[in-house]
């Protein structure tokens, strides 16, 4: 089957050749969602970089205000000594404007406080072009992409959702270029990787114990493997064959809507041609592979009969 749509949502011209319109909506509902999600997260993680650089600056305009002090006392000396008039009093001013101003300190202090303040502003760019990646406009061509970089942005646009529960470790071997729609495999890797949030949350309940997200690629010619494990609470067998339904939730509302992996199956097997498959021992947790062909796949098969 192929729908012409009057007007494709997503903000491209011609027809939606790849999706129906539900999916599509659905898509953007669950993007949106997402966005929602993360935004105050997000805000959290550039507010704290944004602290510190404000603080250091406060700090490097006193300091600099004290050095402007000592610097004019300075040129008071080389005034003096030109006019070969220096005397003991004005020697003694700049040794105590020195001692006020704890000159060591700030000689130590200042590079410090510059190089922190750099960190800073590099933490802010790295957040803010990791957002742009991820949100990347959905093109309907697909074109060759880094996906060892695609998951490290995601994982910097998700860090907040993961932090309190997990620590994150990545095993990244170095990957061809893979022919994808990258901002759609993004938001693949982000349910997952709120998934694996999620189990690791039921698990540890509030035991203040916490589990680890392993991100591992490989590439097995003539396709990648990504590998997205958490130490969270595995899959009941008795859902197991359900998971990938559309709206099938384990989760209270506001916390799952259950589209999660049914669009992840839809983009990465119709869409890209690949596989999603997981493996999951109760109790201890669970890994889902995304293999996905290099090459890409030549026509999506979405929406198609
Ligand atoms: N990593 C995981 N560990 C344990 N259960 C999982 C995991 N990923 C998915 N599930 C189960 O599959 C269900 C469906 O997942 P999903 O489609 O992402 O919807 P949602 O996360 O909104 O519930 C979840 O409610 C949960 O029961
Ligand atoms: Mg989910």
Request: glycine content about 8%.
């Amino acid at each position: 089957m192929h729908l012409e749509l009057p007007s494709d949502p997503r903000g491209h011209e011609g027809p939606a050749r790849a999706c129906c319109y539900d999916e599509l909506a659905a898509r953007q509902a669950q993007k949106l969602e997402a966005v929602g999600r993360l935004a105050a997260g997000i805000a959290h993680e550039i507010n704290t970089p944004i602290q510190f650089v404000g603080d250091n600056t406060h700090f490097l305009l006193d300091a600099f205000a004290g050095l402007q002090r000592l610097l004019g006392a300075y040129a008071a000396l080389r005034e003096a000594a030109a006019a070969g008039a220096v005397d003991a009093a004005l020697v003694e001013t700049i040794g105590r404007a020195e001692e006020e101003l704890d000159l060591p300190y700030l000689r130590e202090e200042i590079p410090r406080a510059l190089a922190q303040t750099l960190e800073g502003v590099e933490r802010v760019a790295t957040i803010v072009r990791a957002l742009k990646e991820f949100a990347h406009p959905i093109r309907k061509e697909h074109a060759p992409a880094d996906l060892n970089h695609a998951l490290q942005s995601t994982l910097t646009v998700a860090r907040n959702e993961l932090k309190y529960v997990a620590d994150v470790q990545t095993d990244f071997e170095p990957l061809p270029p893979v022919v994808c729609q990258v901002g759609d495999l993004n938001q693949v890797f982000l349910n997952l990787l709120i998934n694996a949030a999620h189990a690791i949350a039921d698990k540890v309940g509030d035991s203040g114990a916490r589990g680890t997200i392993t991100v591992r690629t490989r590439h097995c010619p003539p396709r990648v493997e990504i590998a997205i494990s958490d130490t969270g609470s595995g899959i009941p067998a008795a859902i197991r064959d359900r998971i990938f339904d559309p709206f099938f939730t384990t989760k209270e509302v506001g916390r799952g809507t259950g589209q999660g992996l049914a669009l992840a199956r839809a983009i990465v097997v119709e869409q890209h041609g690949g596989e999603l498959t997981f493996d999951t021992v109760e109790g201890a947790g669970t890994t889902f592979y995304v293999r996905l062909p290099v090459a890409g796949v030549a026509e999506p098969t979405v929406g198609r009969s």
